[in-house]
């Protein structure tokens, strides 16, 4: 679930979502259904605070969280992307490749 959805933009089923926390990536899933508003019922029925306003659904068996070794900084995250962890951002599949690169070297070294 999350806040306002701003710059979030069109997700669409099969995207891949990052998820970083203090300034690094941590994991990522593969979005299942779009960004949904989150209904009054839904609201009441799981106990949601009135600051979430959107969900999504992720593929279950994509959801990966990355062990904290392999986390990417902001740092390395902008060398990769040219992009800061601060904003929604859309990256290119040649970006994400590096990006996994970075963790496959990452892994490779620890």
Known sequence: MLGEARGLGD????????????????????????PKEIDHEKRNRDDVSDELKHYVVFVPESIRAYPEKLFISDDEFKEITGKSLRHHFDISPQQYLLLIRKL???SATS
């Open 11 to 34: 997700l669409p089923s099969g995207s891949i979502v990052l998820f970083h926390f203090k300034g690094k990536i941590v994991g990522e899933a593969v979005v299942a259904q779009p």
């Open 104 to 106: 496959a070297e990452k």
